[in-house]
Nanobody, 124 residues
Framework: HVQLVESGGGSVQAGGSLRLSCSASGWFYSTRCMGWFRKAPGKEREGVASIDSDGRATYTDDVKGRFTISKDSAKNTLYLQMNSLKPEDTAIYYC???????????????????WGQGTQVTVS
């Protein structure tokens, strides 16, 4: 049974930084795409960043140059380093994983099979 557990959210002032973590258990996750999504009040869930089995990362334009996705295979943990945070980054952030192998990580949230419970990020 796959479990994803996020941590690291919180409240921060604009310009500050946070690092989110997503601990994966129940499977060998490093061979699958994983990603971070977020949902702000009144908005649909959107993709933030993804990382494939080879460690190649993709980002939505809004976070390029500010966020960095990475993974530690030994610890089965996915990270999202968020710098230069803006109030518009306020959202619940979710970790997600694909159950199948994919050469290119999908951008659509509906393609992901496993989800964490989410962690709140508030930027004021």
């Amino acid at each position: 049974h796959v479990q994803l557990v996020e941590s690291g959210g919180g409240s921060v002032q604009a310009g500050g930084s946070l690092r989110l973590s997503c601990s994966a258990s129940g499977w060998f996750y490093s061979t699958r795409c994983m990603g971070w999504f977020r949902k702000a009040p009144g908005k649909e869930r959107e993709g933030v960043a993804s990382i494939d089995s080879d460690g190649r990362a993709t980002y939505t334009d809004d976070v390029k140059g500010r966020f960095t996705i990475s993974k530690d295979s030994a610890k089965n943990t996915l990270y999202l380093q968020m710098n230069s945070l803006k109030p518009e980054d306020t959202a619940i952030y979710y970790c997600a994983a694909l159950s199948r192998f994919a050469y290119v990580c999908p951008a659509d949230a509906s393609d992901y099979d496993y989800w964490g419970q989410g962690t709140q990020v508030t930027v004021s």
